[in-house]
């Protein structure tokens, strides 16, 4: 058997080709583009996959914190003698013993590990107890006492406008002016010009829009362990997604070299964005471990981890968007007010992402945005699955809808006619080489019977459109340095087996399928002989981490740049000894093949032999850094990628007239993710994105207590300001079997010439345009513009009653 | 993990026995708790809700499992679980409402666990009350546990902590029986005298009373029954309101009708329906009538309060909403 | 705290005998993963909201967050012991080719309870199957390739990658969703445009 490879159709910067792969489509499950079996795939069906809390170590403790009830107040003192005195308990500390402060961003590092002066939010932790087990570590922490003195809690962005004067209502210290966190104003173009012209002749829309907070919701909580050495070696094992960010700030927090200091991450159970910055967890596993010199364990209850929390910020937004009669859009302006919670987390980023990720795909001839993040005294909002720009791109689809719906424009056509294009330079000067949103809308027009369907369903039935675009990593890394974003090392040897070692963050996405495919690609094994090595700080090269949707482009460059290395080696050690060119000797399904000469096979074992022999011990590295930067002016950076996905959700829903209640009765959902290394880890991303933006729509709602409001008496029931409702997978609902739709996710492949083999990101960019699909669908379905989320029976209800009441009157 | 509190347990082989031990334990001065299936009891430990110092686990007592037709009557033991009762082809047959509303307590690993006792014996639910012991210190706890403050009715000195039971709605309406065992005999009551409106504790259950059968009178002519319950989710979620119905039916005419709505506060609501015997039931219009007053009533009379973190005004609309649902699933109309 | 008193227990687990001393207040949960370590089945919610810690007890899907290890009665089968030895129960095999695994923190417990279910009900329906799992949340999938391997493994024990690539091209599991139209599923369009 021969391997069918023609000359090339079209190769890119680090490409095989794409007939090449197409034929193999059909041929087994061998290399790129198949529907192949994840390499970690065995082991989670086996249960044997262990995760961090699935580790334990002799002697090892149990940690738990004290958390504050409080959401503002002034710690005036804390009692930790009883905890202390209480047999099994290790050790106790507080904020001063950890005083240093983090941050993931380094220009807003403003939390500490435990509450060093005064505690921001009823959950913010005060002090860790070691024990033998988590009873007696629950009983010491019960013991501590803690006097507070009460301060205002400022729980909305109303609020904290006109509050963080004094001490008393600032949230955060941090916060230079009032209680911002950052404030963001930019401006592309002539907005008020076009906006002008399109009040004369086109059409402007002018809405609100309020997105409400959601959370992550992994099923596996937090968890860490530390151990310190007798040398003095650190390990902290964690459920992060950016081991790389821990491990600096540990260092940085506990003041150890960082040479001194390993990060372990063991596969993670979900993440979404949730662990994917330091943690309360981490810094105190690694201190009590230094103090009591015992590995310690700390494992978030559910509880916790909704105090943990960076979960998708709330946004009021305002959105002034002109077309002219064609329907082409020529202005867009923004007006957003950002919750943030009681610490900044990545919210300065979040900030920049509420405007600068909505200038494709598709696009405007003007914009200008101003957003400003709060600090209020709740838990912390951070990057949720499409950080900062899923809010925004549901209010700005929605408004396309009514643009749609008032210039008498089709509203996929309307999406169409103002495509960005491909290789363009977005309003914002950021760079976006391709986009298969055309192709995408194509694919669910055509899926849900649009034209056929759409307008023409009985009243309560609807389909409503939306796309999106989304980053495949961003240019500008965290912390400003010219090293690699990414780094793979990849050993083979005579055995046949190739080892890859990788920091990349497994939270479930499959970085290591991903390298596997790339292995096999390149150097022709089998995926068994494939073995990964992911995120040991002592093991594996630096990766950022699982965000941003940068691990398949940045470290699949990195993984191809090793491997075409080695390669080369194998193909050059072969070719001598077939007396053949190298590039005549092809590398696949296990074997060396002579592309000439049928005859002339080895299995891969073999060749390696070979290269061995010919250059010694093998080996190679490659790393990812990106090239280009962005806008040039201040900000122009961020929200720069090296390449967008592009998304198309259509939306089938039915809304119940009598109890309010939206059920979203299918969705289909196209992708562009460039290319698909492995197609059913890309479905399998489109789907899930969908799965959680639909319950976004629908059921998910972070409420809390916000009784007395600010300035109002307390009560005696004042506690109940800031407290989180129903931290528990009970009350908080993610939908099960029985309330997902059937989600039918489409493939689309438009390669970017900045990805490796030209695949783009399908992580985070299925989860935006969901939500607007739904809101537009609705609007066919019953005619209401519904721009409140999420959008719960008793809200679609009053909203049912006013339609009705104004259509009776109207009648009159 | 949240744990539990330490206690100790036991594991009666016999009702006498399972009884004996609570009267013991009691008489020593440790409080004591049953538990069967464990889904209530066992959360509400990890709460620290309850805090016994002796757990009496019942679950190995035999003859307290399955259904039996006595003649006149359903016998349904009390460890009978969830899922047993929704498939069990005598309920199906005869009380065709019970088994639809045990089949829709809770996700189906709870079903299992889960029994009919318990879910009678249920707990009642509070948004400022089911909530863990940090949470609850934060609040300043509330009425039902450590604190004096009601948080859902201002000043309020009565608990309002919602029945959530879903068996139960449906059982009142089946005009069902209760057996319970004590150290002094047994003794049967109506399930109506078993709730009582007080969200502390809702039931006369005494520390020393095993719950052992549930006897439910079998239909005398044509019988009517439905069960609407309103959630969020189609699995796991307690009710947010439920509305269990019965209409018996002879000569064309309404003999008997019950119709009890719960989830609202400490003892499930039961609607008085006297009003409509005799009335006609056979022709559609003549059944949407007697649905439509049912409505009206239920509506004037159920008021939900902010015991849930949903709107009360929505799930005072849905009153009516579930009322016409369990009419549409009693009459087999069910969309 | 009260002090905590041991008792032994003997489980059944897996097919095999444990003798194991435990506080008389643990839940099976607990049990399994700290003294057995048996960490297969996992806690993500603490208190029977998520289902990750799902077990077969008796052959039922319960959860093992709930049950006082001392209450058990039955054999308890985990993810460890669904397969035989050195062969992957055909849940397994399915969830693992179909793509239904990807944190792979829910899955055990997924797992198991399709494993109660396809015991009970070899054939299962679409609907049937959405019922038996939805005491189990996931948070990765959106479970369309979750109720895909459920069929699958109903469908095929015994060779899941040809019942795979068989499905897959008659589109059973697809079809098994109502309001598909026919003709739908993957499309590839290379380089723009449709193949």
Known sequence: MTRPISSPVRVFDHGSTFEDAALRRQDGDHGLGM??????????????????????????????????????????????????????????????????????????????????????????????????????????????????????????????????????????????????????????????????RCRSEGVVVDADFFFQGTTHAPIEPHCAIGTMDERGVLTVISSTQTPHYVHRDLAHVLGLPEALVRVVQPPVGGGFGGKSEPFTLEFVVAKLSMITGRPVKLLYTREEVFYAHRGRHPMQMHYTVGADRTGKLLAVKSAIDIDGGAYASFGMITAYYAGQLLTGPVAFNSYAFNATRYYTNKPACGPKRGHGSVQPRFAFEVVLDMIAEKSGIDPIELRRRNFAGDDVLLINGQQMNSSGLIECLDAVRTASGWDQRRGKLPRGHGLGVACSMYISGTNYPIYPNDMPQSGVQVKLDRSGRVTMFSGASDIGQGPGSALAVIAMEELGVLQDHVRVVLSDSDL???????????????????????????????????????????????????????????????STKEAFVLAEERYGTLGAVGGYRTRERGGDYRGGTIGASPAYSATAHIAEVKVCERSGRIDVVKVWVAHDCGRALSPVIVEGQIEGSTYMGIAEVSMENMLYGNYPKYGETPGPDHVRAGMLLGPSLLDYRIPTTLDTPPIEAFIIEKPDRNGPYGAKEAGEGPLHSSIPAVANAVFDAVGLRLTELPFTPAKVLTALKKQASSSSKAAE | MLRMDPFLTETPTSVDEAVALLAAHQAAGRSTKVIAGGTDVVPNLKHGLFDPEVIVHIGRVPGLKGVVDDGGHLLIGALTTLHDLSVHPLVQQHASGLARAASLVAGPQLRRMGTLGGNLALDTRCLFYNQTYFWREALGFCLKKDGSLCHVVAGGKKCVAAASNDTATMLLCLDAEVVLQAPTGRRTMKLEDFYVANGIKNTVLEAVDLLVQVRVPKAASRRFEGYAKLRHRNAIDYPLLSVGLRVDVDGGVVSAMRCVVSALQARPHKLPCDAWIGRAFEHRQERQDVVDGLKQLAFAKCVPVKNLADDVVWRREMVRVLVQRAFDEAIGEAS | MRPKKTVLLTLLVNGQRHEVAAPQHHTLCEVLRDKLRLTGTKQGCDKGDCGACTVLVGGQAVLSCLTLACAVDGPVTTIEGLGGRGTLDPVQDAFDKCGALQCGFCQPGMMISARGLLDENPTPTIDEIRNALSGNLCRCTGYTKILEAVLLAAAHGNDVDQSYNDMRRDRVAVSAFPDVPPGGGLLIIGQGKSQ
Not at chain 1, 588 to 599: F, V
């Open chain 1, 35 to 196: 529907r192949r079996r994840k390499i970690d795939g065995h082991d989670k069906a086996t249960g044997r996959t262990l995760y961090a809390d699935d580790l334990s170590f002799p002697g090892m403790l149990q940690a738990k914190l004290k958390r504050s009830t409080r959401a503002h107040a002034r710690i005036l003192s804390i009692d930790v003698s009883t905890a202390l005195a209480m047999e099994g308990v290790f050790a106790v500390i507080t904020g001063n013993d950890l005083p240093a402060k983090y941050g993931i961003i380094p220009w807003t590092r403003d939390e500490t590990a435990l509450a060093v002066d005064d505690v921001k939010y009823i959950g913010d932790a005060i002090a860790a107890v070691a024990a033998v087990d988590e009873e007696t570590a629950n009983a010491a922490v019960k013991a501590i006492v803690v006097e507070y003195e009460d301060l205002p809690a400022i729980l909305d962005t109303e609020t904290a406008k006109v509050t963080g004067q004094d001490a008393r209502t600032k949230v955060n210290p941090f916060a230079k002016k009032g209680n911002i966190t950052k404030g963001v104003e930019l401006s592309f173009g002539d907005v008020e010009g076009n906006l002008e």
């Open chain 1, 540 to 602: 594996t090269p630096v990766d950022l981490g699982a965000y941003s949707s940068r691990v398949t482009l940045m470290m699949g460059h990195a993984a191809l740049e090793a491997c075409r290395t080695l390669r080369e080696q194998v193909q050059d050690a072969v070719a001598t000894i077939w007396e053949c060119r190298p590039d005549d000797v092809l590398l696949g399904h296990g074997k060396a093949w002579h592309a000439k000469d049928t005859g002339k096979a080895m």
